[in-house]
C-alpha cells in the first residue's frame, strides 16, 4: 500500500431547526460560520449458507499573535490506553469499546489490528465533522469534531467502522462501498438518509451505480454518501452484515465485482443490481420486505 497518508473522509453534519447558521446541502449540513468567529480491509462463507436476515485537513484558526515569553497551550493527550485504539477520556474510551465490539458482532473480528489515537476536537465551523486518516498498514487517527454525546449513533460509529473495515478487510477498498458500510452505522441517522434518498431519487439526482464505484473521488452532490448508504442498506436487508462483509472480502481479494455479486447476490452484474436496487428505494426501503438469499 503507498505510504502516502490519505484523509477518506470528509463527513457533513445533520442540521437542527435551531441551527440558525446552517443551510441545507444535498440532506447534509453545512454550516455557515458566525461573522464574528475567527476563521476549517476477513474470510467468505465455505458454503452458501443462508444468512439470518437482521432487524434492524482541519483548517487550523488564526493563530493569535503572542507576547514574548507567552505560555503555549498544552499538547492534547490520550490518558486511556485500550488493545485497539488509545483516547482522552474513560468515556470515550468505554463508548467506543461498544462500538468496536458491536461491528465484530455484526461483521466479523479482523485478524490483525493496530492502535490508533482518537481524538475529540473543538468544531472549526468549517462543516467537517470528522475524519479518519490512513498511512501504511494502519490507521494513523480518528478525529471527531462533535461532543461524545452528539457523536454516538453518527459520527463516531461512522468514522470507527472505517478503521473497523481498514482492519477486516487489510485495505482501504472502494469509496462508494466505504462510505456505504459507514453510513449504514450511523443508526440515529438512518430513517433521514432513507428519506434523503428516497427525495434525490425521485428528483433524477442519483448517478447510474457504475458510474459512482471505482470512481474513488468525491462528487459535489455527495451521491457517493446517499446511494452508497442506500446500496449497503439492500445489500445488507438481502444477506444480513456477515454476508456482506464476506462479499467485500471476495471483492477486495477479485477486484472482479460483477463475479463477486454473481457468487454472493445472484446478480450478473453491477446493473442487475442496480435494478433490484431501485425496486427497493421505490418500494420504501422497508429491510422487512426485501427477498433474503437462499
Same mark, same amino acid.
Given at each position: ?7 477518506? +473522509?470528509?463527513?457533513? +453534519?445533520?442540521?437542527? #431547526? ?6 441545507? @446541502? ?21 458454503? %452458501? ?16 499573535? $503572542?507576547? #514574548?515569553?507567552? &505560555? ?6 490520550? /490518558? ?17 469499546? %461498544? !462500538?468496536?465490539?458491536? =461491528? ?5 473480528? #479482523? ?36 461532543? =461524545? ?19 477486516? +478487510?487489510?485495505?482501504? @477498498?472502494?469509496?462508494? =462501498? ?27 439526482? @442519483?448517478? /447510474? ?10 462528487? /459535489?452532490?455527495?451521491? !457517493?454518501?446517499?446511494?452508497? *448508504? ?10 444480513? /452484515? !456477515?454476508?456482506?462483509?464476506? *462479499?467485500?472480502?471476495?471483492?477486495? $481479494? ?20 442496480? &435494478? ?12 422487512? &420486505? ?5
Amino acid at each position: 500500500m503507498k505510504q502516502l497518508l490519505q484523509i477518506i +473522509l470528509i463527513e457533513l +453534519l445533520l442540521a437542527s #431547526p435551531s441551527d440558525v447558521n446552517a443551510q441545507w @446541502f444535498g440532506g447534509w449540513r453545512y454550516v455557515a460560520p458566525s461573522p464574528c468567529a475567527n476563521g476549517q480491509c476477513s474470510t467468505p462463507p465455505k458454503t %452458501k449458507e443462508t444468512p439470518k436476515k437482521e432487524d434492524l485537513k482541519e483548517d487550523s484558526d488564526p493563530e493569535p499573535q $503572542k507576547e #514574548p515569553g507567552a &505560555t503555549l497551550p498544552p499538547i492534547e493527550t490520550l /490518558s486511556v490506553n485500550r488493545e485497539r485504539f488509545a483516547a482522552p477520556s474513560l468515556e470515550i474510551a468505554d463508548a467506543c469499546d %461498544k !462500538i468496536l465490539d458491536r =461491528l465484530e458482532a455484526r461483521y466479523g473480528k #479482523p485478524r490483525v489490528w493496530r492502535s490508533f489515537p482518537i481524538y475529540f476536537r473543538r468544531y472549526t465551523g468549517n462543516g467537517v465533522a470528522g475524519y479518519t486518516q490512513y498511512g501504511g498498514s494502519g490507521v494513523v487517527e480518528v478525529v471527531v469534531y462533535e461532543t =461524545l454525546e452528539n457523536s454516538v449513533g453518527g459520527t463516531l460509529d461512522h468514522e470507527l467502522t472505517h478503521a473497523f473495515f481498514f482492519y477486516l +478487510l487489510n485495505s482501504n @477498498f472502494d469509496l462508494f =462501498l466505504n462510505e456505504g458500510l459507514a453510513q449504514n452505522s450511523e443508526y440515529r441517522r438512518r430513517e433521514s438518509l432513507r428519506q434523503t434518498v428516497y427525495r434525490r431519487y425521485s428528483n433524477g439526482e @442519483f448517478w /447510474s451505480l457504475d458510474r459512482l464505484y471505482g470512481r474513488n473521488a468525491y462528487d /459535489s452532490g455527495l451521491l !457517493i454518501y446517499h446511494e452508497g *448508504f442506500s446500496v449497503v442498506d439492500f445489500l445488507i436487508a438481502r444477506g444480513g /452484515s !456477515i454476508w456482506i462483509a464476506a *462479499f467485500m472480502d471476495e471483492l477486495v $481479494k477479485t477486484n472482479d465485482v460483477n463475479a463477486t455479486l454473481a457468487r454472493f447476490y445472484g446478480y450478473r452484474n453491477i446493473q442487475e443490481l442496480q &435494478t433490484a436496487w431501485e425496486r427497493y428505494v421505490e418500494g420504501g426501503q422497508d429491510r422487512q &420486505t426485501v427477498r433474503a438469499i437462499r
